[in-house]
């Protein structure tokens, strides 16, 4: 059974920075990225990175977000810099396998005041 831990979600104000921690196996994967859900709105893609390394962002987050992992210490990880309300959401981990299959973390919330 494969488990997604996130954190490190919070309440920040508009302009300042938080980084999110998931804890994963990360090198199984094919790929793995974060998603977020605002209230109201459809879950999308906030950023991926595949097991080569390639990224790809959403274009709101494009310039302020960055995702990375880190093999040693099986965890994937979402800096996420000049935050803005719009920004405020719960943010999920996603792991996809090699056959597609997804996996996903319970989320972890991220509330931007302006």
């Known amino acids: 059974q494969v488990q997604l831990a996130e954190s490190g979600g919070g309440l920040v104000q508009a302009g300042g920075s938080l980084t999110l921690s998931c804890a994963a196996p990360v090198t199984i994967f094919n790929a793995m990225g974060w998603y977020r859900q605002a209230p109201g709105k459809q879950r999308e893609l906030v950023a991926r990175?595949?097991?080569?390394?390639?990224?790809t962002y959403g274009e709101s987050v494009k310039g302020r977000f960055t995702i990375s992992r880190d093999n040693a210490k099986n965890t994937l990880y979402l800096q996420m810099n000049s935050l803005k309300p719009e920004d405020t959401g719960v943010y999920y981990c996603?792991?996809?396998?090699?056959?597609?299959?997804?996996?996903w973390g319970k989320g972890t919330l991220v509330t931007v005041s302006s």
């Open positions: 996603n792991a996809q396998g090699f056959r597609y299959e997804d996996y």
């Open positions: 990175i595949t097991r080569g390394g390639s990224t």
